[in-house]
């Protein structure tokens, strides 16, 4: 036979339990809020990439020096001011890697992309750390990117289909491409 609970235990006549879990539950969450999303998903690590990228045999790090011309735009193409004067990256004959980071919506996406002669090649999510959005990552996704060209104006010669709930995500991956194929031109000179 159960034993009747106590009558300190009690909130008007119902277990104290349910009452205890919900503040529990109402202060975890705030304690997130107030300290900020800190979690992120690394697919693949910056050697991986370049292993994947070049067939385990990764050329020498390069560096792309910016003049004004080429800064501006690149800022144009980022819809925002850049940092540095160069850009890394690494080269095999006409094949070129970037490994590149843009805000999604609050937080440094790190991205991969191989550039080729008929355009990118792969785009691959290194690390991502938003909470939501992270589908970016998907296959279904980056494959959009295949075979990409820039037309005049520094434009995509596609339409990137979007995914709800990802917009910034999905917009700034489509910038990093963007800006890729324009240093990667800039590159091979």
């Given amino acids: 036979?159960?034993?009747p609970m106590p009558d300190r235990l009690r909130v008007t006549g119902k277990s104290f339990f349910p009452v205890t879990l919900l503040l529990g539950s109402v202060c975890l969450l705030l304690a997130v809020a107030v300290n900020g999303y800190s979690g992120h998903i690394r697919y693949m690590s910056n050697d991986d990439f370049l292993a994947f990228a070049f067939d385990e045999r990764t050329p020498h790090l390069q560096f792309l020096l910016l003049d004004q011309t080429l800064r501006e735009e690149a800022e144009q193409i980022l819809e925002r001011r850049m940092g540095g004067a160069r850009q890394r990256y690494w080269r095999d004959g006409e094949r070129t890697?970037?490994?590149m980071e843009e805000i999604g919506k609050e937080y440094p996406i790190t991205m991969g992309l191989v550039v080729g002669p008929d355009g990118i090649e792969h785009v691959r999510i290194l690390v991502y750390r938003e909470p939501r959005g992270g589908e970016v990552h998907e296959r279904?996704?980056?494959r959009q990117f295949e075979?990409?060209?820039?037309?005049?104006?520094?434009r995509l010669d596609r339409p990137i289909d979007n995914i709800t709930g990802a917009t910034l995500s999905v917009d700034a991956v489509s910038r990093v491409a963007r800006l890729v194929l324009r240093l990667h031109d800039e590159a091979l000179r």
Avoid: D, K, P, V
């Fill in 1 to 3: 036979m159960a034993q």
């Fill in 97 to 99: 890697a970037w490994i």
């Fill in 147 to 154: 075979g990409a060209m820039l037309t005049n104006g520094n």
């Fill in 140 to 142: 279904f996704f980056t």
